[in-house]
Structures are given as C-alpha cells and as structure tokens.
C-alpha cells in the first residue's frame, strides 16, 4: 500500500506567528500606556515621568540581559542605538508628555498619529523600502479613523498653538527614531537594542532627574506605580517585541500597525474606565482596524500562489493515463 507522504514543513512556517504576535503585544501594550499616563501624567512632570518611566525600563532590560548573556551589540549597531536613543526613547517621551498637558487627549491623537505617515515616508527615502499601494490605502483609511477618534474625545478650547507644535515635534522625532532604530536591527539582537536604546534616553533625561525626586517624594503610590508599570511593560517589553517585529518586516508596515492603538484605547477606556465610548470614537475604531488590515494585507501574484502538490497515488495514475493516450 502507498501512503502519501506529508508536506514538508519549512522552519518559516513555525516563524510566521511570531511577528504578528510581537506587534500585537506592542499595540496591545501601548494602547495600555494611555490608561496609566492619566494618572502618573497627574503627580509627575513630563521629564520626571519619562526619566522614570526609562529608568525602570533600563534596569528590567538589563536584568534580563546579563540573565541572557547577550553582551553588547557590534559597533555597527550603535549609531541606530543612540539615534533611537536620543530621538525616541528620550526626546519623544519628553515632548509627548509636555504635550498632552497643553492639549486635549483627542487633539494630542490626531497629532501623534501623523508618525505612522513619517515613518512610511522615511523609510522610504531612507531605507528604500517603497510605498505599495495597499500600505498607503491603508494608512489613509486609519488616519482617517484616527481623525475620528481624536475629534470624538477632544475637549473645548483646550488646544493650545504651544500644544500642537510639541505634539508635532514628538511625531517627527518618533519616526525618525523608528528609522533610525531598523538599520541597528541588523547588527543586533532585539533585547540589545531595546536595552541600549532605552539607557541612552535615561541618560539623556538625567538633567530631569531633581524634578524625579521632589515629585516621587509628593506623589500618591498610585501615580509612582503607574510610573513603573510604564517602564516594565509599555516601555520593556513593548519596546523589545516592536523591535523583534521591525526587524521581520519593513518600518512602513510597522508604523501602520500602530494604528490599531487608538481602537484599543477607546475598548479600554470602556472596559477599565467606564467610559461609555460615543458611536463616532467607535466608528473612528473600526476604521483603524480596517486600514490596519488593509495595510497588513499581502498581495498574492500569480508567481507567489502556492498551488497544492498532488498526492502520489493522484501522480501516478495521471502518469499511467497519459502513457495509454499516447500515440
């Protein structure tokens, strides 16, 4: 009897989850940055927070580490480390923060959310990576969600010209340092770059760190340990999967991905705030998903199909068949 033997499994095809499934932690996990920022954005100022939020980060990152043996990247890495350091880490965390106190949550949205576009763009002219498409449609259709989102919670009167420009600025440096950060990822592992990324941005925020102390000290437990859980999962782990999902595909991609936060947010806002979301932020959240869909898609060409092998016993009767109808 002839048994049909099973496909052989590429080592991709046990690879192809993990990406996906990094992206979704980070996006799970910065949409939870949000929540927590309500109420450590309250007791710390923003370089205070964000000199915590990385110092936190850097000792759990470089725990694990020295747990892992890792050791240091090669020298090639380092200047994507110390411009995503500087960039992201560091001045995007500032200017976010200072930001969003000027401004409202909605407005401060659809202002970040000109990154993902950035990023896309950059990364084209900068890593010539192209823009297909399918990941431009995409982006235009989460935008536009994002849009919605931001105008369904944006207050009255509380969108200062100051508030927007430091929103603006905190977009620009995030997609620089995503840039910035993709070229390193080939020079290292997404743990090392992560850890070094986010020490580089502690010591940059260092000058910030007498506003750390006097705040710490005045602060409710509830704010410092929102300041923590910032540190150990939006910053630690989130940082470390996007960076081991950037590293599998192109920045472009990575960037639309991200538009799934503000959906995520609106869901959490309801579930752990309860906040009832208004049809239009629901609607804005679905759009998000859409494009994020749309964006993530892979075109499938006529070269790339997969056509199923055919079983052995299927083979040999077509082989017999056509020696009987030859000539």
């Known amino acids: 009897m002839t048994t049909t033997p099973a496909p052989a499994e590429t080592p991709s095809a046990h690879r192809d989850w993990r990406a996906p499934a990094a992206a979704c932690t980070t996006v799970l996990l910065w949409a939870s940055a949000f929540v927590s920022i309500r109420s450590a954005g309250e007791a710390y100022s923003p370089g205070a927070l964000a000199l915590g939020r990385l110092l936190t980060g850097s000792v759990a990152l470089g725990a694990l580490l020295l747990l892992r043996r890792e050791g240091l990247p090669s020298r090639a890495a380092w200047p994507g480390i110390i411009k995503s350091g500087l960039l992201w880490f560091g001045l995007y965390m500032v200017l976010l923060n200072w930001g969003e106190q000027q401004v409202d949550a909605g407005t401060a949205a659809m202002v970040v959310n000109i990154g993902p576009l950035l990023i896309a763009l950059l990364g084209a002219r900068m890593l010539g990576e192209g823009l297909p498409g399918r990941l431009l449609a995409g982006m235009a259709v989460s935008f536009a969600g994002a849009v919605v989102v931001g105008l ?33 990822l080939r020079h290292g592992s997404a743990l090392q770059i992560t850890t070094f990324g986010c020490l580089v941005g502690a010591v940059a925020c260092l000058p910030f760190s007498g506003a750390l102390i006097s705040d710490a000290a005045a602060a409710p437990l509830s704010a410092t340990l929102n300041m923590v859980y910032l540190g150990l999962f939006p910053t630690a ?15 472009g991609r990575m960037g639309a991905t991200t538009y799934a936060v503000p959906a995520l947010v609106v869901l959490m806002s309801w579930l752990l705030l309860d906040e009832v979301p208004a049809p239009l932020a629901v609607g804005g959240g679905l759009l998000c998903l859409a494009g994020v869909a749309v964006s993530r898609a892979r075109t499938q060409t006529g070269l790339t199909r997969k056509i199923p092998a055919q079983p052995v016993e299927g083979r040999r009767h077509d082989a017999e068949r056509r020696g009987t109808e030859r000539p």
């Open 152 to 184: 369904s919670i944006s207050g009255h009167g509380n969108a200062s010209v100051p508030g927007v420009v430091l929103c603006l600025l905190a977009a620009v440096a995030y997609a620089a340092g995503v840039v910035g950060q993709k070229p390193a």
């Open 237 to 251: 782990l989130a940082f470390t999967t996007w960076a081991y999902a950037l590293a599998r595909t192109t920045a």
